[in-house]
């Protein structure tokens, strides 16, 4: 094995640490591997028989190019993520351990929203320190700021998380319960039903891409969410619903004559519903493989 070769296979050892900073970080799969890949470039083109902590070397180095494509993003005044829904990670109910486990440490939806509402550094800061245990002190250098002022981004980002996202229902078989409840209200168009499960300040966020003017529709609150039940039932009885879990959330994947027709994750706290988040979009869908859930 040469060198390169050796090298190649400890960077693969890494990716999956690589990718989960990234996908946090971005939000999307697709650049998250970007992000990863331009991370491999600057290896292949260092001299890696110098970096002590490769590990290490690699997150700093995704933090920054992360930072970068934040930066740009906005910059370029693209739309905001938060005017849309970021990618799920979408897996089945029961698969294999390590899918499962792939699966459920990813970070729940409602959380990637909020943090598509903080700046770039702020971000940075939250999901190398609070999510995956970096120093401030090795943080710092990536945002030009010193480890103290560090420390405040990531408190600033800290307080607004907690302030805006519930600490979620920890247990797998109470989530699912209250989906359930959800799916069978829905199904049955028991509005009773339906406002028993849900939290008063629920919140709704539906993405069907460009298909819905406007873009992301964002509804808050128990009865304008309730008063979707006409849809939801709609949705419930139309098509072939399936539990999945969504970013190691209980969700549903509906599917309509064999075709994906929405991705559905619920956020669960307190045995009540306090964020639906809804993936409609065809364009996005259609980039997703989840053949195991929809044949």
Known sequence: MDERDFLARRFEGHRPHLKAVAYRMLGSLNEADDAVQEAWLKLARSEADEIDNLGGWL?????????????????????????????????????DPERQAMVADSVGLALLVVLESLNPAERLAF?????????????????????????????????????????????????????????????????????????????????GGKALPGGMKVLRGIEAVAGQAATFQRMATLSTVRPALVNGAAGLVNTVGGELFSIMSFTVAGERITAIDILSDPERLARLDLADLTS
């Not at 190019?65 to 849309?84: I, N, Y």
């Not at 339906?194 to 008063?200: F, G, I, K, N």
Request: aromatic fraction near 4%; charged fraction near 35%.
């Open 59 to 95: 997150t700093t180095v995704v933090g920054r190019v992360c930072l970068d494509m934040l930066r740009s993003r906005r910059s370029r005044r693209e739309d905001p993520l938060e005017s849309r829904l970021p990618d799920p990670v979408v897996g089945e109910e029961g698969a």
């Open 127 to 207: 999901v190398l320190h609070d999510m995956f245990g970096l120093p401030f002190e090795e943080i710092a250098p990536i945002v030009d700021r010193t480890p103290a002022a560090t420390r405040k981004l990531a408190s600033r980002a800290r307080q607004r998380v907690r302030g805006e996202v519930p600490e979620p229902e920890s247990d797998p078989l109470v989530r699912r319960r209250v989906v359930d409840a959800f799916l069978a209200a829905a199904r049955s168009g028991d509005f009773d039903a339906l406002v028993a499960v849900l939290d008063p300040d629920v919140v709704l966020r539906a993405d």
